[in-house]
């Protein structure tokens, strides 16, 4: 059994973690991935790479591989069944360990964290916005739940496992260098691509 340093990094390598594979992957989920990343790609230039933290089995990744064939991808995921799902899509490189002990060895063009930071312990915050502040070389995008002051939720029945807040603002006020570039927030009532109610923030160095 791995070390962890918090009670959610357990959740989410262990049986909370592998459920949540079945419940999110096909093709309707990948369209609205699709869908959201043709929008926040046309807020970037020149990115010819992407690390994503908390990949899960990879759908981000295959949504910005659709859209930009070339781009170099890369994911850390802490699920080791997750991992296997990873492993399929080519070229990809891996690393199946806790953000929280993933150590930056170069910079990518952007960095992606989307439905994520709202499931880590909220002490750990901090030191996760360095390590992706760390890992980027220009962009960092953020797709998590808003809300304008720190808030629990339960989630699924359990306590302690969900938190909202203003994940962006927080990372601006710690780095005075990133700029905001653009923001979105994603509707489960779409037309065309219901989703998450979920708010995408891109930052830019």
Same mark, same amino acid.
């Given at each position: 059994?791995?070390?962890?340093?918090t009670a959610?990094?357990?959740?989410?390598?262990g049986?909370?973690? !592998?459920d949540?594979?079945e419940?999110?992957?096909?093709d309707?989920?990948l369209?609205?991935?699709i869908a959201?990343?043709?929008t926040?790609?046309?807020e970037?230039?020149?990115c010819?790479?992407v690390?994503?933290?908390?990949?899960n089995?990879?759908l981000?990744?295959?949504a910005?591989?659709m859209?930009?064939?070339?781009?170099?991808?890369?994911a850390?995921?802490?699920?080791e069944?997750a991992?296997?799902?990873l492993?399929k899509?080519k070229d990809?490189?891996?690393?199946n360990t806790?953000?929280?002990n993933?150590?930056p060895?170069?910079?990518?063009d952007?960095?992606?964290i989307s439905?994520?930071l709202i499931?880590l312990n909220?002490?750990m915050l901090?030191s996760?916005?360095?390590m992706?502040?760390?890992s980027s070389n220009?962009?960092?995008c953020?797709?998590?739940?808003?809300?304008?002051?720190p808030?629990?939720v339960v989630y699924?029945?359990n306590k302690?496992r969900l938190?909202k807040?203003d994940f962006?603002?927080?990372?601006m006020?710690?780095?005075n260098?990133?700029?905001?570039v653009n923001y979105?927030?994603t509707?489960h009532?779409? !037309? !065309?691509?219901?989703?998450?109610?979920?708010?995408?923030?891109?930052?830019?160095?």
């Amino acid at each position: 059994m791995k070390q962890f340093k918090t009670a959610q990094e357990d959740f989410w390598a262990g049986k909370f973690g !592998n459920d949540y594979i079945e419940r999110n992957k096909g093709d309707e989920i990948l369209a609205r991935k699709i869908a959201l990343f043709s929008t926040v790609f046309r807020e970037t230039a020149g990115c010819k790479s992407v690390i994503e933290f908390g990949s899960n089995v990879g759908l981000n990744l295959l949504a910005i591989k659709m859209l930009k064939p070339t781009i170099e991808l890369s994911a850390v995921e802490i699920n080791e069944k997750a991992c296997r799902e990873l492993r399929k899509i080519k070229d990809c490189s891996i690393y199946n360990t806790s953000l929280h002990n993933f150590k930056p060895k170069e910079k990518k063009d952007l960095v992606l964290i989307s439905g994520v930071l709202i499931h880590l312990n909220p002490r750990m915050l901090p030191s996760v916005y360095s390590m992706l502040y760390e890992s980027s070389n220009r962009y960092i995008c953020l797709v998590e739940y808003y809300n304008p002051k720190p808030v629990a939720v339960v989630y699924r029945g359990n306590k302690n496992r969900l938190f909202k807040r203003d994940f962006a603002g927080e990372f601006m006020d710690k780095y005075n260098d990133l700029k905001l570039v653009n923001y979105g927030f994603t509707y489960h009532r779409d !037309n !065309n691509f219901p989703s998450d109610d979920s708010t995408w923030f891109l930052l830019e160095k």
